[in-house]
């Protein structure tokens, strides 16, 4: 169920994010040609993706480190 429930939430954020990102193109920059919108929208997501990528795998290696020293007296 956590895997459903994480691809559906990752598929709807996906679609916000790539109707944000066609809406702020279209209005933003009307003279540019669509390649052009289409790359530099893939580079902004794929930014976001590395950038959430990173905290979680941080986030994980910090959680194993804490389990490691459990046992260790203070």
């Known amino acids: 169920m ?3 429930g994480g691809i559906l939430l990752a598929g709807g954020a996906g679609i916000l ?3 944000g990102l066609y809406l702020f193109f279209r209005s933003s920059f009307p003279e ?3 390649p ?3 790359a530099s929208a893939a580079m902004i997501v794929g930014i976001i993706i590395l950038l959430a990528s990173l905290g979680y795998e941080r986030c994980r290696a910090s959680k194993e480190e ?3 020293f459990k046992e260790v007296e203070k």
Request: net charge positive; aromatic share 6%; no cysteine.
């Open 32 to 34: 540019l040609p669509v």
């Open 17 to 19: 994010v790539g109707w």
């Open 36 to 38: 052009l919108k289409i």
């Open 2 to 4: 956590r895997k459903i």
């Open 66 to 68: 804490k389990d490691k």
